[in-house]
Nanobody, 121 residues
């Protein structure tokens, strides 16, 4: 019923910037929170940034001051502005949403397909 579609990944040099987008569509009643996770080869998936329905945000220590999460509630879209990128930021970035659908009363977690971010010279 719900689909998350990420875009904006790619190859960038260290110190560069990228902006990721994730649009949620389908039978959405409300979105409780949206987040970005990432997973590098051989590592666990980790939370990068989260934005709640009250607008509060949370960031991994490794990205504080460099990444900014924001949202467009009308379009059900979350963004991740990534500045001062480092090679260690290289990973597949996944969009996540905690939401309620129109035909299911309990909250659900939905995931996007992932978008590759590569930071390299």
């Amino acid at each position: 019923q719900v689909q998350l579609v990420e875009s904006g990944g790619g190859l960038v040099q260290p110190g560069g910037s990228l902006r990721l987008s994730c649009a949620a569509s389908g039978s959405i009643f409300s979105i409780l929170a949206m987040a970005w996770y990432r997973q590098a080869p051989g590592k666990q998936r980790e939370l990068v940034a989260l934005i709640s329905n009250d607008g509060s945000t949370n960031y991994a220590d490794s990205v504080k001051g460099r990444f900014t999460i924001s949202r467009d509630n009308v379009k059900n879209t979350v963004f991740l502005q990534m500045n001062s990128l480092k090679p260690e930021d290289t990973a597949v970035y996944y969009c996540n949403a905690a939401l309620k659908t129109t035909d299911w009363s309990r909250p659900l977690n939905s995931w996007g397909q992932g978008t590759q971010v590569t930071v390299s010279s």
